[in-house]
């Protein structure tokens, strides 16, 4: 086999660049950080409350919902009290009956109508904005009075459609907009420690 060292290194260049050219495109976008500004207060006052945070995602979007969810539940860069945050894929069981029983679409949308209340919020994490079972969840915690700040790629599919907050990565390449959503998520868990400690 071989190998062309030199159009590795340039292709890892590029990722890099591309990577910058996004999160300069987000830096630069005042609306978007406007809502970002929002979806922190938003998530600090359901907190103060007694709201709870809730994540949602499919794939490497759930693998970011639970960093995310652990980021506040367990801590960020302060010591301190437990924040009240959860995926709602972590309980396998669960996940996997009501698939079995109900569907995949129900998955998050089923734990939301039982452990969710009106004040939490959602955060609906999907890169094309229209994974059914996120939209669902979505869907079904407006209707309950949970406040839906949704993570997605340019377009916000339908996700960006039925959200109180929508944060849009300017790309339509997956893993630039995960690496933007993870940023975007560490910002918020940052933010809300700060207000809340």
Avoid at 36 to 57: N, P, Q, T, Y
């Amino acid at each position: 086999m071989k190998i062309d060292f030199e159009e590795i290194e340039d292709g890892m260049r590029d990722v890099i660049k591309e990577s910058i050219a996004i999160k300069q495109n987000l830096l630069s976008d005042e609306d978007l950080l406007d809502r970002l500004h929002r979806a922190i207060v938003v998530c600090a006052d359901s907190l103060e409350k007694g709201g709870k945070i809730w994540f949602a995602g499919n794939g490497g979007s759930a693998a970011d919902a639970q960093h995310l969810a652990a980021e506040l539940s367990g801590r960020f860069y302060l010591d301190r009290k437990s924040i009240p945050a959860e995926a709602l894929h972590t309980n396998t069981s669960f996940l996997t009956a009501v698939a079995n029983d109900y569907g995949y679409n129900m998955v998050y949308s089923r734990l939301l109508e039982g452990c969710g209340r009106t004040g939490d919020v959602l955060v609906a994490i999907s890169t094309s904005g229209n994974s059914r079972n996120v939209v669902e969840a979505a869907k079904l915690a407006q209707a309950m009075g949970i406040y839906v700040i949704a993570f997605t790629g340019a377009t916000g599919g339908a996700l960006g459609r039925c959200c109180n907050v929508l944060l849009n990565v300017p790309s339509n390449d997956t893993p630039r907009i995960q690496e933007c959503h993870i940023m975007l998520g560490h910002i918020l868990c940052e933010n809300i420690e700060k207000i809340l400690f």
